[in-house]
T-cell receptor, first 121, second 116 residues
Framework: AQKVTQAQTEISVVEKEDVTLDCVYE???????LFWYKQPPSGELVFLIR??????QNEISGRYSWNFQKSTSSFNFTITASQVVDSAVYFC??????????????????FGQGTILTVHP | NAGVMQNPRHLVRRRGQEARLRCSPM?????VYWYRQLPEEGLKFMVY????????ESGMPKERFSAEFPKEGPSILRIQQVVRGDSAAYFC??????????????FGPGTRLTVL
């Protein structure tokens, strides 16, 4: 069965520090998708990124970057020069192989427990 | 282009009452997922529906919980005879049809259920 582990329950940093949020996943499928979502204090879930298992290129979007390493089953998320507005709960999630690729998934997401990030001014 | 809508945003029920949570997916989306977020926990999948069909209900509790997505109208998550342990945030997400496993799921703002 699939599993997502975010070992860091809470992280506290001071503004402008870089911070990395760890995500480790388990799956038996060779085709799968990884996601990061942000949940600010207001409670809604904001999509940040999607990555498929065949694309190990790292990605950068502004101050955000993601490091995907299949060898260690990790999909880590780094915020550079953190800001107070980055304070939120961040969730890593996994979706397994779709049915047409031999899997059984219809897209349900398995979430990690979340990491609470607090950025102090 | 309206996003995923959920109502009510907050719902208070006494033990034994029924709770009905509504979700209107984004325009053009025919796939709906329900997730539950218990306090201090991550989100857990409950059920996946397409119009008029329940496709995957592997995360639904066996009793008191049901879901539907009729041909017309919103998806409904129904909890009968609520208990305190049902207090949680319930999120609905929708996606478009061509690749449900890959496509981004757009989440609604959630319904916070409190059972007194």
């Amino acid at each position: 069965a699939q599993k997502v582990t975010q070992a860091q329950t809470e992280i506290s940093v001071v503004e402008k520090e870089d911070v990395t949020l760890d995500c480790v996943y388990e799956t038996r499928d060779t085709t799968y998708y990884l996601f990061w979502y942000k949940q600010p204090p207001s409670g809604e879930l904001v999509f940040l990124i999607r990555r498929n298992s065949f694309d190990e290129q790292n990605e950068i979007s502004g101050r955000y970057s993601w490091n995907f390493q299949k060898s260690t089953s990790s999909f880590n998320f780094t915020i550079t020069a953190s800001q107070v507005v980055d304070s939120a709960v961040y969730f890593c999630a996994l979706s397994e192989a779709p049915f047409y690729a031999g899997g059984t998934s219809y897209g349900k997401l398995t979430f990690g427990q979340g990491t609470i990030l607090t950025v102090h001014p | 282009n309206a996003g995923v809508m959920q109502n009510p945003r907050h719902l208070v029920r006494r033990r034994g009452q029924e709770a009905r949570l509504r979700c209107s997916p984004m325009k053009g989306h025919s796939h709906v997922y329900w997730y539950r977020q218990l306090p201090e926990e991550g989100l857990k999948f409950m059920v996946y529906l397409q119009k008029e069909n329940i496709i995957d209900e592997s995360g639904m509790p066996k009793e008191r919980f049901s879901a539907e997505f009729p041909k017309e109208g919103p998806s409904i998550l129904r909890i009968q005879q609520v208990v305190r342990g049902d207090s949680a945030a319930y999120f609905c997400a929708s996606s478009s049809s061509d690749n449900p496993a890959y496509n981004e799921q757009f989440f609604g703002p959630g319904t916070r259920l409190t059972v007194l």
